[in-house]
Every structure is written in C-alpha cells, then in structure tokens.
T-cell receptor
Framework: DAKTTQPNSMESNEEEPVHLPCNHS???????IHWYRQLPSQGPEYVIH???SNVNNRMASLAIAEDRKSSTLILHRATLRDAAVYYC????????????FGSGTKLNVKP | AAGVIQSPRHLIKEKRETATLKCYPI?????VYWYQQGPGQDPQFLIS???????DKGSIPDRFSAQQFSDYHSELNMSSLELGDSALYFC?????????????FGPGTRLLVL
C-alpha cells in the first residue's frame, strides 16, 4: 500500500469545523482512501472511505483532490469527543490484508 | 449492534509466563486481525485469519502463535513473556462493503508484564 503523510497534531475549537489533511502522492488508480480514528484508550474505529468522489456520512465528509494526491477529512462541528488520533490509510482494491497505521494526526479540541 | 469482544480486558503476567488473549468477532465476519500497540506508538499488525486459515503475517514474534476456531473466534497465545510485550492488543474483524473492507476493532486487552 502506498505511503501517506499527515501533520503530527492539530488543534480546533469546539463546535468549529476541522479540516484534517492527508498527502498520498504515490497513490495508484485503484487505491481507496480510508480514515480511521482512535479515541484515547480505545480501539481504532472506521470513519469514512472514498475512491474519487467526495463522500459524506454521519461522522464526517471526505474531500478528495482531483488528482487524488491528497484528501481532507472534514469534521463539520468538532466536539470534545472528537479528540483522537486520525489515521489516513490507502487500501488497494480487493486488498483485504493488514492495515499499515502511519503516525496519524492527533487532534486536540478546545472547549 | 454487536461489537468485537475481547477478553480479558486487563492482564498482568510475570516474565517468562504465558498469556492467552481471546477475540470474538462480530457475527458473520469471517476475518480476524490482531494488532499490538505499545505505549505512545501506533498499532502494529501481527497476524490475520480468513475462514480459519492464516491469511497474512506481520511482525509477530516466534513466541506468539494464534489461531481461528470453527466458531470464528480467535486466540493469541503468547509464551516466554518479556517486559517489552507490555502493550495494548487489539483484535479486529472485518466485512467487505462495496469491494472494500472495513475493519471493526475491539476494545483491546491491556497486557502488563512485570
């Protein structure tokens, strides 16, 4: 799976939107972009994934650049519960094997 | 909704002892993954099983072994425990949706080796 690059940490105010970037310049045409997050002392949890088009679900939105070399996870209104480490992971189509967790972005949400 | 169950949640062992961690996947999930997360580190893949057969292997020490049983639950056996084995051990089970796999993680087992 191709490599991703994320900022080590970001800070946000509660109830404000948060944009978490991820660079994946070596992404291949069949790689899906997945986002997981890990709340303190919990197991990672799935957030969202996409291929080319922007995606929305109840947790977040995923904006994918036209050249697919970067993507942004958008939390529309950050809450204190969103404080976590966010991981951007690339997965090839039909790649049903291990996840490589990179360093991720530690998001701090201020009240 | 049912989630991945791991037991025990906490475990304290002495050096050179053995430990067995158990994982019960979400019903109808046929794949199980094991990850190790040391203090302040990111999760590292250990091993995975699909339909009771080992499907992939990561940085798992030879002292560790694992298997998936007929009811799809999995056990991670750890022998000759070392201080460095102290970590959170996560199990995940997965389902394929729209040609992509989503992994669902359990709450983890916190192992402390003294």
């Amino acid at each position: 799976d191709a490599k991703t690059t994320q900022p080590n940490s970001m800070e946000s105010n509660e109830e404000e939107p948060v944009h978490l970037p991820c660079n994946h310049s070596t992404i291949s045409g069949t790689d899906y972009i997945h986002w997981y997050r890990q709340l303190p002392s919990q197991g990672p949890e799935y957030v969202i994934h996409g291929l080319t088009s922007n995606v929305n679900n109840r947790m977040a939105s995923l904006a994918i650049a036209e050249d697919r070399k970067s993507s942004t996870l958008i939390l529309h209104r950050a809450t204190l519960r969103d404080a976590a480490v966010y991981y951007c992971i690339l997965r090839g189509r039909y790649n049903f094997n291990k996840f490589y967790f990179g360093s991720g972005t530690k998001l701090n949400v201020k009240p | 909704a049912a989630g991945v169950i791991q037991s025990p949640r906490h475990l304290i062992k002495e050096k050179r002892e053995t430990a067995t961690l158990k994982c019960y996947p979400i019903p109808r999930h046929d794949t199980v993954y094991w990850y190790q997360q040391g203090p302040g580190q990111d999760p590292q893949f250990l091993i995975s099983f699909y339909e009771k057969m080992q499907s992939d292997k990561g940085s798992i020490p030879d002292r560790f072994s694992a298997q998936q049983f007929s009811d799809y639950h999995s056990e991670l056996n750890m022998s000759s425990l070392e201080l460095g084995d102290s970590a959170l051990y996560f199990c995940a089970s997965s389902v394929i949706q729209e040609k992509q796999e989503t992994q669902y993680f359990g709450p983890g087992t916190r192992l402390l080796v003294l």
